[in-house]
């Protein structure tokens, strides 16, 4: 037995006609840390609020540690949460702020200097402990958030887009130091966030929603390497996923601008029976090097470089190609200009094929 | 920075201003002045500029203050006031913020209707049931009683619309993170609610009291017993007492006008900002 376990859940909201959340079935192990990702109105934090027992569960079973939990209130269920926008206690001071549910659950206040001394100290809140919200960062202030959650031992952790509110510096170095609470502590969390780069990084495993709907549960690497459908491989990775509109002409297909790319024979097995499909594939597997130039160079393709985008350590080429703006990841010291004529290959095992129709995928990479 | 014009437009406004608010003082510095004199000192001073300047510092300067103080029941009824206003003002936070609590976060059938009602309540002059209240009372037995006079004081429409209207912009997530600190709703109210909510909280304890100070018909028609009597009763009994002069007349006046100036001073600024924060002011 799991130690969370969502067996159909639904979300309907009175006056609605459609679910917010449907069929929402995921089994969740002690210690694990799980993302819910996807854009925004997908349900995610709906979901998140139903386990905290902030919204009523319209059908389906809540289970936590072997117990069902859909009639408990908040504080029974053994969970702490951070919030968006850190919920403090806008009139108490930091080492009350992470006190006060102690102080509520009776717990002896020597404990509670214990635990609010180890707290303060852990989160580098120290020289803070005595002041109020009002003068302090949002990092801070999130960090004060993270210790009344961490203060009362709960086995489970929620937290609903944390980060969401801070400038991106700050948001990589609270991303490092909530994974590195989360191995410290060993407590299961359930992270909910809008920004697959969060979920990619903290995450054992991602669960993509969409509209209400769990598009794909998995590892991070299997959601970027193995997506179940077009939504998936478009949610996960930056920059997105190129998408073409393809027509499969014996063992090539044809993009909708005449150019031609061949398939290995697996692959076109797998496409038969397919007149036109979607075909997918990632910035980093479009190449320009000599190399690759020279492998595939029975499927060379031509583009003008129309857009350079140079972040250091990688740069992003837009150009045109197959009826869409096409973006190519390459590595830093491939540099080229606007309006650059320039040839490229796809990696022909890097690519993916979606159904035009269901927009499942047919073949994903190898 | 302020242009040339702009400095000598401030001036010239400063000093309008300043004309403004010694005319409307002119009534408030003769009363001053003239509570510290004898009766004659106050006639033989009346038609000239005099009448605006105290005595000179001597034996007999607070002779009138010292006799009402000493001569009659003043202290007692000063007392009785603000012991009603304090037991008002606690009262009144805590029935109205509740209901403008369960206004602004509970869902319940009906809520904006009763809401609409209660607005509705606001337009209605306490004059007009009166003596619906005055009949209830009388009804249960509490006429010259400190129940009598505060039970149906309680209640104000205007400060349940002050306390929902602040109420209703306070962040759910944080009765949520309470709610996960084992809070109970009464709790939560009370520990994190209200002192959320200073600003309104300090605008209507300070009208509550201001309306005790200086209201008169409610304890005129309560109150018979001389012990229970308040500030302004006290004022009409004093002054309509034919013992009484002219300076201590005006020196009971000036006793019961200070608190109010005093407090208007002191708390102008919650009042503004807990009025400007619920976007209303007061009809």
């Known amino acids: 037995m799991s130690f969370i376990e969502l067996k159909n859940i639904n979300k309907k909201y009175k006056g609605n006609e459609k679910n917010s959340v449907t069929d929402f079935n995921l089994n969740i192990e002690e210690k694990e840390f799980i993302a819910f990702v996807g854009p925004s109105g997908c349900g995610k934090s709906t979901t998140l609020r139903m386990i905290a027992g902030f919204e009523d569960i319209t059908s389906g079973d809540l289970v936590i540690g072997g117990q069902r939990m859909n009639e408990t209130a908040p504080a029974e269920r053994g969970i702490s949460m951070v919030f968006q926008n850190y919920a403090l206690y806008p009139h108490m001071t930091v080492e009350k702020n992470i006190s006060y549910g102690l102080k509520n659950m009776k717990v002896p206040a020597e404990e509670i200097k214990k635990k609010v001394d180890w707290a303060v100290d852990i989160l580098g809140l120290t020289e803070y402990r005595y002041c109020k919200p009002k003068n302090l960062s949002g990092g801070q202030r999130q960090r004060v958030a993270l210790g009344r959650a961490i203060v009362k031992n709960q086995k489970l952790f929620l937290m609903d887009e944390p980060l969401s509110n801070l400038d991106a510096k700050l948001r990589v170095s609270m991303r490092n130091e909530i994974s590195q609470l989360h191995r410290k502590l060993g407590s299961t969390t359930i992270y909910v966030t809008h920004d697959q780069v969060e979920a990619m990084t903290m995450a054992d495993r991602i669960v993509i929603m969409k509209d209400g709907v769990i598009q794909q549960v998995g590892k991070p690497m299997e959601l970027y390497e193995h997506p179940d459908n077009k939504f998936v491989a478009g949610f996960i990775g930056s920059p997105q996923m190129n998408f073409y509109d393809v027509r499969v002409d014996g063992n090539c297909i044809i993009f909708t601008d005449g150019s031609r790319q061949k398939l290995s024979d697996s692959v076109i097995d797998k496409l038969k029976g397919y007149d036109s499909v979607i075909m997918g594939i990632r910035g980093e597997d479009l190449k320009f090097d000599e190399q690759n130039l020279g492998l595939f160079a029975d499927s060379l393709h031509k583009a003008a470089i129309n857009n350079t985008e140079i972040m250091g350590n990688e740069n992003n080429l837009y150009f045109e190609f197959g009826g869409i703006t096409s973006v190519a990841r390459v590595s830093k010291y491939e540099v080229s200009q606007i309006g650059d004529q320039v040839d490229f290959v796809f990696m022909p095992h890097k690519m993916h094929f979606f159904d035009k129709n269901t927009e499942k995928t047919i073949v994903s990479a190898q | ?283």
């Open chain 2, 1 to 283: 920075m302020l242009t040339k014009r702009q400095k000598r437009n401030n001036r010239i406004l400063a000093a309008v201003m300043l004309a403004a608010s010694l005319f409307f003082l002119f009534p408030v510095i003769w009363m001053l002045a003239n509570s510290f004199k004898p009766d004659a000192a106050i006639t033989a001073d009346m038609n000239s500029m005099r009448a605006f300047v105290p005595p000179a510092l001597n034996g007999d300067f607070f002779s009138n203050y010292v006799t009402i103080l000493t001569n009659t029941r003043f202290v007692r009824y000063m007392c009785n006031t603000l012991f009603y206003a304090a037991v008002l003002i606690v009262l009144g936070v805590i029935v109205n913020g509740l209901a403008g609590y369960a206004l602004a976060k509970i869902n319940f059938p009906f809520k904006d209707r009763w809401l609409m009602i209660i607005m509705l309540l606001m337009i209605v002059p306490m004059e007009t049931i009166i003596t619906i209240h005055f009949l209830f009372i009388a009804k249960l037995g509490l006429l010259n009683t400190v129940v009598g006079y505060v039970l149906p004081m309680i209640v104000n429409p205007f400060n349940i619309f002050l306390f929902r209207q602040v109420f209703v912009s306070l962040p759910d997530d944080v009765y949520e993170a309470a709610q996960l600190d084992h809070c109970s709703p009464i709790k939560y109210f009370f520990t994190m609610v209200l002192p959320m909510s200073q600003s309104v909280v300090a605008t209507v304890s300070v009208f509550t009291f201001l309306n005790v100070w200086n209201d008169y018909l409610w304890p005129s028609l309560v109150f018979t017993s001389s012990d229970l009597l308040t500030a302004q009763i006290g004022l009409n009994a004093i002054t309509s007492n034919d013992n009484t002069t002219t300076g201590q007349t005006l020196a009971v006046i000036t006793m019961v006008t200070i608190p109010v100036i005093l407090i208007y001073s002191f708390f102008s600024k919650q009042i503004v900002e807990g009025v400007v924060s619920t976007g209303s002011k007061e009809g």
